[in-house]
């Protein structure tokens, strides 16, 4: 016997070859197409990231010219301050910030008023010289100064003069770009330009110097470069707005500068503006924050108000009964946790004027009325 075995018929085989062909050309499809999509969407991604780059670097380059823009604008307000009015050339000389008293201002007002530290134009009534961007030189009168602060406000015969933009001191914030302007060493590297970063806030500093120690409170600290001849210049944000007017720098740690808020001299600026004179109410005490506290009393503390550590004799609050030692909370009902929170709420007050305290003595609370004098 044998086996038989069955041949396929040709229309099998046909239709088995049909098949295979059909097969094997949608594979061929589906693989050139697949191959089509990757070199379209490789294309399209290199296309994608050409426009990244170009749109970063576009970007990159408007905030730069943004940036020489801004500061183009500033310089043209930053002035040379001198105590001698020809100043020759201060690199060659030894200490000149200090003998030839040159410094930096800012002019805050067209009418020709121009706002610097105390230590650079001195007292009040007294000369300086100022020397504008475009070489002019005029002579100055010190309409104000506060030597606690270290601020003053100078006043030239000059008009239609362009002023700095005033910010929000209140408002900066740590990390934020910041740029200081001024004389570093004379009138060979006036107007420079360092910048950095708002690198502290309500910063307090001791500072021991032959009239004793002090400290100034509240102060923005940053990284940019400020030397002795950058006094009294401005410490502006990206924006050009001036937040702080440089003012001191500890010589022993390298890259740590202070400048005073613009916000508590506001008021002044703008009686200045306004009235062309700023009589100045005085409460006659000195208090501190209480950041200032560890540095005179370990054992003293407290949350939040300032603590009055003098009252001036025969001062308007001398007779009212606030006592040394108390901690004022309120001043007319409006929290205050800074002593500079007190002088930008009295600068605002006119002689004459009562104010009501609120303060802590011994974990009670007083309500205490002062009648405003004038400060001399």
Known sequence: MYEYKRRPSKIKKIFMT?????????????IYDMYINIDVYSEESNTIASRTSYIDQTQNIQGEEKNVNVLENVVKSVVGISKIKNTGNAIFLNNSTEDLGL????IVSSKGYILTNWHVAGNKYSSCYITLENGSIYNG???????DLDLAIVKIS????????LGDSDNIELGEKAYAIGNPIGVEFQRT??????????RTIKIDDENGTSYMEDLIQTDATINPGNSGGPLINSRGEVVGINSVKIENAEGIGFAIPINIVKPIIESFETNASFEEANIGIFAYDKNVIPYLNSNLKFNSGIYVAQITKDGPSYNSGLKEGDIITKIDNIEINKMSELRKYIYTKKVGEEVSLTVLRNNREYNIQVILGKKT
């Not at 410094?103 to 800012?106: E, F, P, Q, S, V």
């Not at 330009?193 to 309500?202: H, K, L, R």
């Open 18 to 30: 049909f098949v295979l062909i059909i097969t094997i050309a949608s594979a061929s499809i589906f």
């Open 103 to 106: 410094g930096t201002g800012m």
């Open 141 to 147: 009168t010190v309409m104000w100064a506060d030597s």
């Open 158 to 165: 000059a008009t239609n003069l362009e002023a700095v933009i």
């Open 193 to 202: 330009v360092t910048s950095g970063i708002i690198s502290g806030i309500d």
